[in-house]
């Protein structure tokens, strides 16, 4: 089945510090990638869609320039937290598809634990 | 609001009985119903799905039946193995698979 690779598993970083997380398709063309949030026991929320070569759409309530997502090729999408504080801690987990696949599943990557000390 | 609602956190359930999720959606434009399976530490992965046009969808072991007025869905797991044990999410989405809205999940766990 199709995979998506994401990148890093988990990360610990220090506050006001900026960390990357890339989500990769490997077998498929993946021209919108969807990236959402889980804090714990709550369910996945959606942050933001991104197509492939355009900006991405944002959640209400989820900030742009802190969450900074690129989605410059058909197999690579990234977030970026920006000034990453404490209360972002959380884990953060990408999946792609497929344009004009009606119906067709997501595939997720198996997710980043990032930790904001 | 939590417009999908999977309202049993965890279940237990006799290795090669019956297992039965149920989920519960307020919305109603929603019109394709998805079951995720995760275990720890891994990505969701699709396991079952439904259109709004249909009320059954039988996959091997697992049946998702729909029912479109009482806005509910369950997910049957018959006959439960070990290896079923999970966290299962109920998802909804409008017009295909773009932004699919998330239950909280519920834990099963089948006992040998």
């Given amino acids: 089945g199709a995979v998506v690779s994401q990148h890093p598993s988990w990360v610990i970083c220090k506050s006001g510090t900026s960390v990357k997380i890339e989500c990769r398709s490997l077998d498929f063309q993946a021209t919108t990638m969807f990236w959402y949030r889980q804090f714990p026991k709550q369910s996945l929320m959606l942050m933001a869609t991104s197509n492939e070569g355009s900006k991405a759409t944002y959640?209400?309530?989820?900030?742009?320039?802190?969450?900074?997502?690129?989605?410059?090729?058909?197999?690579?999408?990234?977030?970026?937290?920006?000034?990453?504080?404490?209360?972002?801690?959380?884990?953060y987990i990408c999946s792609g598809g497929m344009r004009g696949s009606w119906g067709s599943p997501l595939h997720f990557g198996n997710g980043t634990r990032l930790t904001v000390t | 609001d939590q417009q999908v609602k999977q309202n049993s956190p965890s279940l237990s359930v006799q290795e090669g009985r019956i297992s039965?999720?149920?989920?519960?959606?307020?919305?109603?434009?929603?019109?394709?119903?998805?079951?995720?399976?995760?275990?720890?530490?891994?990505?969701?992965?699709?396991?079952i799905s439904i259109s709004s046009i249909k009320d059954k969808n039988e996959d091997g072991r697992f049946t998702v039946f729909l029912n479109k007025s009482a806005k509910h869905l369950s997910l049957h797991i018959v006959p439960s193995q070990p290896g079923d044990s999970a966290v299962y999410f109920c998802a909804a989405s409008t017009g295909g698979y773009q932004k699919v809205t998330f239950g909280i999940g519920t834990k099963l766990q089948v006992i040998p």
């Fill in chain 1, 59 to 91: 959640e209400q309530g989820v900030e742009k320039d802190k969450f900074l997502i690129n989605h410059a090729s058909l197999t690579l999408s990234t977030l970026t937290v920006t000034s990453a504080h404490p209360e972002d801690s959380s884990f």
């Fill in chain 2, 20 to 47: 039965i999720l149920n989920c519960d959606y307020t919305n109603s434009m929603f019109d394709y119903f998805l079951w995720y399976k995760k275990y720890p530490a891994e990505g969701p992965t699709f396991l």
